[in-house]
């Protein structure tokens, strides 16, 4: 199984601020043939079901705010919100769905401070 | 639009069987596949299994020898069914396809 890993497990910033959080993975999620990363990202609030923002890596989902990026590939992922605003406090978690079983990474908590 | 629903008790028994319901619209299960999520309370999220568009189910290895996912294309339902519960099954079991999720089902397992 591939397993994901994801750091920190908790941050606390201040809205506005820029924040960075890392996703690894134990193999390459690139896929040769078409040159696209099968990771995804996901926002889940508390007492809500996880949305999903960012899928293949780097693509927004339709209606996500472009303050959250994706970025990184093969083996070594980055979610960044470019300025934090107060309704981002949530759990962010990646998934990759290069191969089953399809795995998440336990999960970074963001606070504001 | 794109929709799943979660369905079955909230209180199972252990060592008995869970049985849920996952009622989609919005799409045909032979175009597209459903999995299977759960979160434990306070914990992260644990994928179970699929039912692929081509009726080929896949499921989490720790889980294989009690679960079993199954769907009727007619009524756009997918079955998930658990056997030999305890206590940390306790959950909820989320549907979802692809980015859309269902709202969940609280399931706890408690005598």
């Known amino acids: 199984d591939i397993v994901m890993t994801q750091t920190p497990s908790s941050q606390a910033v201040s809205a506005g601020e820029k924040v960075t959080m890392s996703c690894k993975s134990s193999q390459s999620l690139l896929y040769s043939e078409n040159k696209k990363n099968y990771l995804a990202w996901y926002q889940q609030k508390p007492g809500q079901s996880p949305k999903l923002l960012i899928s293949w890596a780097s693509t927004r989902e339709s209606g996500v705010p472009d303050r959250f990026i994706g970025s990184g590939s093969g083996t070594d992922f980055t979610l960044t919100i470019s300025s934090v605003q107060a309704e981002d406090l949530a759990v962010y978690y990646c998934?990759?769905?290069?191969?089953?079983?399809?795995?998440f990474g336990s999960g970074t908590k963001l606070e504001i401070k | 639009q794109v929709q799943l629903k979660e369905s079955g008790p909230g209180l199972v028994q252990p060592s008995q069987t869970l049985s849920l319901t996952c009622t989609v619209s919005?799409?045909?299960?032979?175009?597209?596949?459903v999995h299977w999520v759960r979160q434990p309370p306070g914990k992260g999220l644990e994928w179970m299994g699929r039912?692929?568009?081509?009726?080929?189910?896949y499921y989490n290895s720790a889980l294989k020898s009690r679960l079993s996912i199954s769907r009727d294309t007619s009524k756009s339902q997918v079955f998930l069914k658990m056997n030999s519960l305890q206590t940390e099954d306790t959950a909820i079991y989320y549907c979802?396809?692809?980015?859309?999720w269902g709202q969940g089902v609280m399931v706890t397992v408690s005598s």
């Open positions: 979802t396809r692809g980015g859309v």
């Open positions: 039912m692929k568009y081509d009726g080929d189910t």
């Open positions: 919005g799409f045909s299960l032979m175009d597209y596949s």
């Open positions: 998934e990759q769905y290069y191969d089953t079983p399809f795995t």
